[in-house]
Every structure is written in C-alpha cells, then in structure tokens.
C-alpha cells in the first residue's frame, strides 16, 4: 500500500454518501459488535464499486453476440464480434469494478489481424449475475472459460487481463492454464496489502482487518499471499508482457516490476500519463500487446 493508492481510494469513497454512511456503520458496530463488523467488512470487501448497474448496458457492444455462461452462484457474460475472423480465440479481461467494453480497442486491433477476441464481464460485473466476488472467484473463472473454450474446439491463444484480473490470470497460469501466452495489464501484486488499504479507507482496526483476511481465506480455502509474484511467478511458463504505467495511482509500478522479476522471461513495458485505465485505449500499447500475442 502507498500513500497515492490510499488518498485515492480515500477520496472516491468519501464522494460518495452511500460509502460514507458504509464508514459509518462499520466503524460503529466495530465498537459494539465486533463480529457483525466483521461480517459487514467481508460483504463490502467483496462488492465491486462502482455498482455493475453502471456497466450493464455498454452501448458500445450492442451488436456483439452476448451470452451467458451459468458460474457457481453467478454467471460470466461473454461476447463476441457479430461477424469477423474465425481464428484463435484472445480471452480479454477487465479488473475489480470494470467492465467488458473497456477491452474494446484491443478487441478491435486483434480482431484486424485474424485473431477472435473474447470479451467478458467477469461475476458480480456489468451484465453477470452476482452481488460479490473476490480475487480467488476470478482466477477460478479464468480457468474455467479457457477450459470451456477449448472443449468447445476453440484454439485460445492467450488471455490478456487488466489490474486484479492480471492477478487471478498469473495464478491461473501457474497452476497450469493452458494457454500459450500471456499479457498483464497495471497487475496488483499483493492483495494482502489491498486488505490494509481497505481497513484505512474505511476506518477499521487492525484486529479486524485481520478478521476479514481470515474469513476470506477460510472460506476460499486458500491464502492471500498464495497470489503475490514470489509464489506464482516461477511457475508461470508463458511468454508474459506486462505493461504497467509509472503513473498509475491505484497498482504501483513496483508490482509490474515484481512480476517481471519473478516470472521467468517476462517483457515489462513503462508507459507514463496513462494512469490506471486510459493505457487500455493507448494505441502504442494495443499495438504492442497485438505483437506479443502474434508471437
């Protein structure tokens, strides 16, 4: 956690009154019912903001061809191009609080040079069913659409994931994800240091802090540092591009360089004034995700 991560986050939530009154709540019933606290952390530690109601129309794809692929308690929306090239499949990703229509200039570069871009809105996320999800839930869908795709007869050639989907996308890989290649997109490296971000911005205790981490990991049956690069990064075989901008004021730029040093081989491109999303829309960095992803 850094302090331009945590006054950002600070002021968007504090712009908003339904968080605010969060802040409040929590704060209190940490004081006089500690176990209810904990609870309520967990249910706002795993809700996406902004709310997926914003994204859910994403005018921009209504031509794809959408569909709705049942996942545990919710669903994975994916689409795809109405007409266009037959050719490998690239699974696109958006982070925490995004949406699929954020990969849309990269959907459109890959799809002019043959490839078959697959857009999703990831559980609990624009069009998806699911209030909650977490950084475990998305590394097991990761999984899952690649294995669907491929029972399918589908070729998936890579899968490029944005900011905590990047995270999920590295310990997919390192647990055997079945695909050649890989880009990551403003990665977090630790979401143990997320639950300390969360707990400042909302006011909460160490103890409790602590709490919500175990709850987390007890019911996902699987830590926290399990995800960080150290653990994944030397078992991630695929030719890895990660892109990471220095001025990013949510995932910092030392995290894509954690990656790059843990994950054998791995390309770390810089960019700057980009920020945390704006890189998604930068023509210089589809072009250079597009040539990794060719090979």
């Known amino acids: 956690m850094n302090s331009t991560s945590l006054q950002t986050a600070s002021a968007y939530y504090q712009a908003n009154r339904g968080t605010r009154w969060l802040r409040w709540a929590l704060t209190v019933s940490e004081r006089v019912w500690p176990a209810l606290a904990v609870r309520g952390a967990y249910r ?9 109601w914003l994204h859910r129309r994403q005018p921009d794809l209504a031509r794809w061809r959408i569909a709705r692929l049942p996942f545990e308690d919710a669903s994975l929306t994916l689409y795809q191009p109405p007409a266009g090239p037959h050719g490998p499949v690239v699974v696109l990703l958006h982070g925490w609080g995004g949406y699929a229509a954020q990969m849309l200039p990269l959907a459109q570069a890959l799809s002019a040079q043959g490839l078959r871009p697959l857009l999703v809105d990831l559980p609990a996320h624009g069009r998806s069913e699911g ?19 491929q029972q399918q007869g589908h070729e998936v ?24 290649r890989l880009a990551l997109l403003a990665p977090p490296a630790s979401p143990h240091a997320y639950t300390r971000l969360f ?9 409790t802090r602590a709490r919500l981490q175990q709850r987390v990991e007890t019911r996902e049956g699987i830590l926290m540092r399990q995800f960080e690069p150290a653990a ?34 791995a390309q770390l491109m810089e960019t700057r004034g980009l920020g945390h999303t704006r890189l998604l829309r930068d023509e210089a960095v589809v072009q250079a995700v597009v040539a990794h992803l060719q090979g």
Request: charged share 20%; hydrophobic share 45%; proline share 7%.
């Open 44 to 52: 706002v530690f795993g809700t996406p903001l902004p709310s997926k």
């Open 199 to 207: 707990a400042s911005v909302f006011g909460l205790s160490e103890d």
């Open 157 to 180: 050639r890579a899968v490029v994931a944005h900011s905590l989907a990047a995270n999920a996308l590295t310990y997919a890989a390192a647990r055997g994800l079945a695909v050649p």
């Open 131 to 149: 209030s909650t999800s977490n950084l475990p839930q998305f590394a097991r869908a990761i999984d899952y659409l690649v294995a669907r795709q």
């Open 232 to 265: 994944v990064g030397p078992r991630v075989a695929q030719p890895t591009l990660i892109v990471h901008d220095r001025e990013d004021r949510i995932n910092r730029f030392a995290d894509a360089e954690a990656f790059r040093d843990a994950i054998p081989g």
